[in-house]
């Protein structure tokens, strides 16, 4: 349960009151997109904390050293 402070106020419990709409998540193309978009991050991600050393940017990925060269060739990374 999440409250402003230390007592739970009625404003808290989201009864009958006025609801605020929920924020519009960013526009990212296709579901297709977003997911290369992701996979490209946490590719990056990983090759630089690897030190640009694939096969342990893939060890820390989960993935086969093949499988990380597939899909850097298919992002062009």
Not at 39 to 68: H, K, M, N, P
């Amino acid at each position: 349960m999440l409250t402003r402070g230390d007592e739970i106020q009625p404003e808290d419990l989201l009864l009958d009151g006025p609801r605020r709409a929920a924020p519009h998540p960013p526009e990212v193309g296709t579901l297709q997109s977003g997911l290369e978009i992701a996979a490209a991050q946490r590719i990056r991600a990983a090759l630089e904390a690897a030190g640009g050393r694939r096969a342990e940017a893939a060890a820390r990925l989960g993935i086969d050293r093949t499988t990380l060269f597939r899909w850097m060739k298919r992002l062009g990374l």
